[in-house]
């Protein structure tokens, strides 16, 4: 299932369901089918998104300390892949959401 995402003061933004319930869910919103952000929810919203993605820099940070004794490439003999994190997921949606503050326009999902 798509999530998408709309404000009168963006562009359309789509995310797979496990990466939008996962920004509702830090954000304190239902992953419903339908909801809004309304402009007063805006700021606690991008606080909250910024918090989470600083916490998963710390974290990604604190893992890429040196470890001497791991080979840095898998069992396959193949380089190791970063996965996709919070942040890459998060940022558009900040971004809606400030472009959204600054012209009073309510952010929705659904229907």
Do not use: C, N, Y
């Not at 404000?7 to 304190?28: C, F, H, N, W, Y």
């Not at 998104?49 to 040196?66: I, N």
């Not at 959401?97 to 952010?107: F, G, M, N, P, T």
Request: overall charge negative; proline content about 5%; aromatic content about 4%.
């Amino acid at each position: 299932m798509l999530f998408k995402f709309k404000s009168q003061a963006t562009a359309d933004l789509i995310m797979l369901e496990p990466d939008a319930r996962k920004v509702l869910q830090i954000i304190g919103k239902d992953a419903s089918p339908r909801g809004i952000i309304t402009t007063d929810q805006i700021p606690q919203a991008i606080a909250a998104l910024q918090a989470a993605v600083a916490a998963e820099d710390e974290r990604a940070q604190a893992a890429k300390a040196p470890d001497l004794d791991q080979d840095p490439e898998d069992a396959d003999g193949q380089d190791v892949k970063a996965s996709v994190g919070l942040k890459q997921r998060a940022v558009p949606f900040i971004e809606m959401l400030r472009r959204s503050a600054a012209e009073q326009a309510d952010v929705v999902w659904g229907g």
